[in-house]
């Protein structure tokens, strides 16, 4: 019950940009996916969640979605890009409604509402969507995503959230909200893939972390494991040192290194 | 509805509202009806054939020619071609994510344009058996011919690897438009005195030559095709988000692309051969619609039906009673009243939000 990359290939022209790389995501947990510019994150996201010729093979839930129909999986994971264009003046909550019709809990009708609310927008849910800001519109995004995987265990098989940079337009405040939101969509049994440029909520919020370079995974593990000196100066080609404070045991990470 | 609600307010649901519609404009298409069997060069009294005919008194000669033979035929053509303009419109405005699109642009517009005039100008060229063949209707059934091929090559140029590039087929629909204009600008001057005025009307639009062989040969893939496009709501809801997006939540994407690019060709070309270029219904009747009911297209595509079929029979009836007992070519209505309301559109919701 788990969802599992293999060997997984993609080539833009004669540009590889993932060269055979394995991830196994476990439910319960939430797997960040870290790296520099152009290491292949979105695109290894973009694989399994079937949105671009891949070879190699992703299984889901121990099926192999190249198997599996668009409803099939919709209702098995939601995917929640890193930017929207809405093409016509939809209100907030008929976007959010749009997840609805494609996951398991289309008759509850309540449930839109209640994942406006829990990114903090319930207020806006007769807006416009086009008048909402970045940050905003990522958030109203993220309830429609919430709808359509509401109940993160479902006949006792986990469901999947597959998150591309959710927080890369939040303020710190929303980006700990929306990482928090993961984080129990996990612990409530669910499985979480999120694609991620920060390296501090990284550490924060994620129990496995695997470091894309060059199309190739550089290093699969916890945040202890793998988010040290070492690696990530490799994987990102600067000098970074990882701080561990005595109190929260958490790691961090300073820049400052890179400067010196 | 204000677009600033209070925090209290319950969540809105603007389908309701939309569908709330529904009735509103059938009853308006229906009244439209009343007043095309009622206006036009011969006063014939609705309300008196109908007691007749209640009665069951036999009407004249002369009123079952004007009713059942010119004015019923004509009615039902309007329906059809309101309605299959207007949801061609909405589907490739949804489809292209773009609120400009109409039917033109997948080349319908210039293939039949380029098939009428073929038929027209080289039509005399033809072997008899093959006019013979179309029972007479060479024009629209080049027409057809014509809107339907150029839709097909388009979906194959633009179509790899089973994936449609909507993109790349409004770049080739350019190109076709532009080869299909310059292809009929040459038969243009080859043509004579009379041809050149068949083709103007033509292109114009007209629903004078409306008749039961027309509503027949026409209405089946009229009705099919827009009966398929009535289906695509849920999926250009979910197309609205970006194709990658509307797969994620489970829609087939190429299937409705597909779907959408087949019905929009079989209702546009047939609508396209027997009433010539009516141009705007397809463009004004879905906005109008959007302004005032929303975007969901799982009510908007009816309510552009009940609209198109309700404004082209008045267009319609317009045409015919302006210069009794001559008509004007129904495409100038359309165009004299849809632009200046397009503009209007275009200025009020200038700067405000995305179209």
């Keep these: 019950m788990s969802l599992i990359a293999e060997n997984i290939r993609v080539s833009y022209g004669p540009r590889e940009a993932l060269r055979g790389v394995d991830l196994t995501a476990a439910p319960g947990e939430v797997t960040a996916i870290v790296g520099p510019n152009g290491s292949g994150k979105s695109t290894l996201l973009g694989a399994i969640t079937a949105s671009l010729p891949f070879r190699g093979r992703v299984r889901l839930n121990g099926r192999d979605i190249a198997a599996m129909k668009p409803w099939d999986l919709a209702a098995k994971r939601a995917v929640l890009p890193q930017a929207s264009r809405l093409a016509f003046p939809f209100k907030v909550i008929e976007v959010v409604r749009l997840g609805l019709q494609s996951g398991t809990a289309g008759d509850r009708p309540e449930v839109p509402m209640q994942a406006l609310a829990r990114v903090g927008l319930a207020h806006y849910a007769n807006r416009t969507f086009q008048e909402l800001s970045g940050g905003e519109a990522q958030r109203v995004m993220l309830a429609r995503v919430l709808c359509q995987v509401w109940a993160p265990v479902e006949d006792g098989q986990p469901r999947w959230l597959l998150l591309d940079e959710p927080v890369s337009s939040l303020d710190i405040a929303h980006q700990l909200q929306v990482m928090a939101i993961a984080r129990d969509f996990a612990r409530a049994g669910g499985g979480v893939i999120a694609v991620m440029h920060d390296l501090n909520l990284t550490a924060l919020f994620s129990d496995r972390v695997a470091v894309l370079a060059e199309g190739q995974c550089l290093a699969f593990g916890t945040p202890p494991e793998v988010l040290t000196d070492e690696t990530l100066s490799r994987a990102y080609g600067c000098a970074l040192r990882v701080s561990a404070p005595p109190p929260a045991g958490v790691p961090y990470i300073l820049p400052h290194a890179a400067t010196a | ?355």
């Design chain 2, 1 to 355: 509805m204000s677009a600033l609600c209070d925090v209290e307010a319950p969540p809105c649901d603007p389908l309701a509202r939309a569908r709330a519609l529904h009735w509103l404009l059938a009853g308006g298409l229906a009244l439209a009806a009343m007043a095309s069997l009622q206006v036009g060069a011969v006063d014939v009294s609705l309300s008196a054939m109908l007691a007749k005919l209640v009665q069951g008194e036999a009407l004249s000669q002369m009123e079952r020619v004007v009713l059942l033979d010119i004015r019923l035929p004509r009615l039902a053509m309007g329906v059809l071609v309101g309605a299959a303009l207007a949801v061609s419109g909405a589907a490739m405005q949804g489809l292209f994510r773009n609120p400009l699109a109409d039917p033109g642009i997948v080349g319908v517009g210039a293939g039949a344009g380029l098939g009428a005039i073929l038929a027209i100008v080289l039509g005399a060229f033809l072997p008899v058996w093959v006019i013979d063949l179309t029972g007479n209707q060479l024009t629209p059934f080049a027409a057809f011919l014509g809107g339907w091929g150029s839709t097909i090559l388009l979906y194959r140029v633009s179509t790899r690897h089973g994936r449609t590039s909507v993109a790349t087929m409004l770049l080739a629909g350019i190109a076709l438009g532009a080869l299909a204009g310059a292809l009929s600008g040459i038969l243009v001057y080859i043509a004579d005195d009379q041809q050149l005025r068949d083709l103007t009307f033509w292109g114009l639009g007209s629903l004078a030559g409306a008749s039961w062989a027309k509503v027949l040969s026409a209405g089946p893939l009229i009705v099919l095709s827009v009966g398929a496009a009535l289906m695509l709501g849920r999926g250009l809801n979910g197309l609205a988000l970006g194709e990658a997006t509307a797969a994620h939540i489970g829609i087939d994407v190429q299937r409705m692309k597909s779907i959408a690019i087949l019905a929009v060709a079989g209702a546009t070309g047939a609508a396209v051969a027997v009433s010539g270029g009516i141009g705007f219904i397809g463009i004004v009747v879905p906005h109008l619609l959007r302004l005032a009911s929303g975007p969901d297209h799982r009510a908007l595509l009816l309510n552009s039906a009940l609209l198109g079929a309700t404004l082209l029979i008045l267009a319609d009836v317009i045409a015919r009673v302006v210069i009794a007992p001559a008509e004007l070519p129904i495409g100038i209505v359309t165009a004299v009243l849809g632009a200046p309301v397009f503009l209007w559109i275009l200025l009020k919701r200038r700067g405000l939000v995305e179209l």
